[in-house]
């Protein structure tokens, strides 16, 4: 699943993305620019575009659910 994760968390295509947590709590991610994904740590680092620099660190283990924007087809 990380590497599911990680994938997703690069590909500016399915953004915004937005992971519910299992506290409930909704984080919105609007681009790619706002998250980083370290491999060695596991952990997900998120900066709040209105946060100044202050970033979130977020586990894998915390997320409860994931919604991406889906991806458009040529018809």
Do not use: C, W
Not at 20 to 48: A, M, N, R
């Amino acid at each position: 699943m990380r590497e599911d994760l990680k994938a997703l968390l690069t590909n500016p295509l399915v953004f915004p993305v937005e992971l519910t947590l299992t506290s409930g709590d909704v984080v919105k991610i609007q681009h790619p620019d706002f998250v980083h994904y370290s491999g060695k740590l596991g952990q997900i680092f998120f900066y709040p575009p209105e946060g100044g620099g202050v970033f979130e660190m977020i586990t894998p283990d915390q997320i409860a659910k994931i919604r991406a924007r889906r991806k458009r087809h040529a018809a």
